[in-house]
């Protein structure tokens, strides 16, 4: 079985215009691997300089666009990878990201990491199941 790149617009386009090696999301059988992406304004697509609760919600708003895009769904996701510039931030984060997971959240793990290459705090990747009907 054959790797499958899936196209997310308009986030595939921004990531080629910041020239990012990546895609938005690849299939391989009923799994999805989303890419992490920072909080891009929705209607620009240059990324937010925003507090981190408007970050998070952004990052997780494209996620969720990338698992339907997919044909998966937020109830789907495996498991999450937070990566976040400082551990005072997790708080927040976490208040924001339960609303995206009230019930039975997946499998995650909360990074701290020192910067990237754009002013913005977080990213964040997953993993999900796509079901078959």
Same mark, same amino acid.
């Given at each position: 079985?054959?790797?499958? &790149? /899936? ?6 386009s ?8 990546? %895609?938005a999301v690849?299939?391989h059988?009923?799994? /999805?691997?989303v %890419?992490? =992406? ?6 620009t697509?240059?990324?937010v300089? +925003?507090?981190i609760?408007? @970050? ?7 996620l969720?666009?990338c &698992?339907?895009?997919a044909? %998966?769904?937020?109830?789907n996701?495996l ?6 510039? %400082? ?9 924001i990201y339960?609303?995206? =997971?009230?019930?039975? $959240? $997946?499998?995650? /793990? ?6 990237? $290459?754009?002013? =913005?705090? /977080?990213?964040?990747?997953c993993i +999900?199941?796509?079901? @078959?009907?």
């Amino acid at each position: 079985m054959k790797r499958q &790149v /899936i196209r997310v617009e308009p986030l595939s386009s921004w990531l080629e215009r910041w020239k990012a090696p990546t %895609s938005a999301v690849t299939r391989h059988g009923d799994t /999805i691997y989303v %890419s992490g =992406f920072p909080p891009f304004d929705p209607d620009t697509g240059e990324v937010v300089d +925003a507090p981190i609760e408007r @970050q998070t919600e952004l990052v997780l708003e494209q996620l969720k666009l990338c &698992v339907e895009t997919a044909g %998966s769904s937020l109830e789907n996701v495996l498991k999450c990878n937070v990566y976040c510039t %400082s551990v005072e931030k997790f708080a927040a984060v976490n208040a924001i990201y339960a609303r995206y =997971f009230p019930k039975d $959240p $997946p499998a995650r /793990i909360f990074v701290n990491v020192p910067a990237w $290459p754009g002013h =913005f705090d /977080i990213e964040i990747d997953c993993i +999900a199941a796509v079901l @078959q009907e």
